[in-house]
């Protein structure tokens, strides 16, 4: 029987010690992990390579988490990548963000992000 695929995850966080939690917690769970500090960071990150869960922030300077969804779905570049958000504020439902997009409340758990990722990753 052959190994699962290693799940690779893109993690989008202007906050460096949350991003540096999360990236260490879903490395030794396994994952390929790759970060950005903005959703402008993260566009360059998704024309480079392929990812099979994005976590992203949406709240961050310079491009925000839904302005980098929109963007990566706008030029295609976010493969079949799914996405999950993280929020520090509740989020209208007008955002525009398809169902079954995710979102999880901080202050989260590293139990509900790795929930979260692996019902995003169809485990």
Do not use: H, Y
């Not at 994952?31 to 024309?47: I, K």
């Amino acid at each position: 029987m052959s190994e699962p695929a290693q799940l690779r995850i893109l993690v989008v966080e202007d906050e460096e010690s949350i991003r540096r939690v999360v990236v260490r917690f879903l490395r030794a769970r396994g994952c390929a992990v790759s970060q950005a500090a903005d959703g402008n960071e993260g566009l360059d990150a998704l024309r480079g390579a392929a990812f099979d869960v994005i976590v992203s922030d949406i709240a961050m300077p310079r491009l925000d988490g839904v302005g980098f969804w929109e963007q990566a779905q706008r030029a295609g570049i976010a493969g079949g990548a799914r996405f999950v958000f993280v929020s520090a504020v509740p989020l209208p439902a007008a955002l525009g963000l398809p169902a079954g997009v995710k979102v999880i409340a901080k202050p989260f758990t590293l139990d509900d992000l790795w929930g979260a990722v692996s019902q995003a990753a169809g485990g």
